[in-house]
T-cell receptor, first 112, second 113 residues
Framework: ETGVTQTPRHLVMGMTNKKSLKCEQH?????MYWYKQSAKKPLELMFV???????ENNSVPSRFSPECPNSSHLFLHLHTLQPEDSALYLC???????????FGEGSRLTVL | AQSVTQPDIHITVSEGASLELRCNYS??????LFWYVQSPGQGLQLLLK??????LVQGIKGFEAEFKRSQSSFNLRKPSVHWSDAAEYFC???????????FGKGTRLSVIA
């Protein structure tokens, strides 16, 4: 059983839909991350939250909107996505001062 | 900024054969070093990590890695590969606990009978 849980595991949405990905960690960590993993591309860091404050935003388009209401939960709100946004979205968490990441199993997103 | 290179995109080995996956990093000081494994459709699982001390690190599933400062390398090894080891392997580097890890592009391992 993973300490980082992502829902849904699979999501299919049209370009005009609004949906959200959810991540929950049960490890007592205080930093959470969103990564995008596309076929034949390296892992792309999207957002980092540390102590519930966003500390990194790697030039991600505004159609992706993160939310971190507390140290255990992280959301990625999606709206008016493009087909090229289809990918595996991975959530991870860490203790602030260790660097070691614990990953969820990912949410496979398909945009039609 | 630090960077990570995994020179092999895809490696195929026979079951029972030994394995070595290469990882080189670029950073002036000794970074934190990690190896992760990803099975198809899954998240990344930590195999092992190096922070300091003994340069030969033991991990889960029979894997080990050796940190060589002179070569800026952190290669992953396993003496006898099992079919279940087929997966994608990622090397990652951190320069402190306050910065996100930098990942290599990954090496896909195929295991044949």
């Amino acid at each position: 059983e993973t300490g980082v849980t992502q829902t849904p595991r699979h999501l299919v949405m049209g370009m005009t839909n609004k949906k959200s990905l959810k991540c929950e960690q049960h490890l007592g960590h205080n930093a959470m991350y969103w990564y995008k993993q596309s076929a034949k591309k390296p892992l792309e860091l999207m957002f980092v939250y540390s102590l519930e404050e966003r500390v990194e935003n790697n030039s991600v388009p505004s159609r992706f909107s993160p939310e971190c209401p507390n140290s255990s939960h992280l959301f990625l709100h999606l709206h008016t996505l493009q087909p090229e946004d289809s990918a595996l979205y991975l959530c991870a968490s860490s203790l602030h001062n260790t660097g070691e990441l614990f990953f969820g199993e990912g949410s496979r997103l398909t945009v039609l | 900024a630090q960077s990570v290179t995994q020179p092999d995109i895809h490696i195929t080995v026979s079951e029972g054969a030994s394995l070595e996956l290469r990882c080189n990093y670029s950073y002036g000081a000794t970074p934190y070093l990690f190896w992760y494994v990803q099975s198809p459709g899954q998240g990344l699982q930590l195999l092992l990590k190096y922070f300091s001390g003994d340069t030969l690190v033991q991990g889960i599933k029979g894997f080990e890695a050796e940190f060589k400062r002179s070569q800026s390398s952190f290669n992953l090894r396993k003496p006898s590969v099992h079919w279940s080891d087929a997966a994608e392997y990622f090397c990652a580097v951190g320069i402190s606990g306050n910065t996100p890890l930098v990942f290599g592009k990954g090496t896909r391992l195929s295991v044949i009978a």
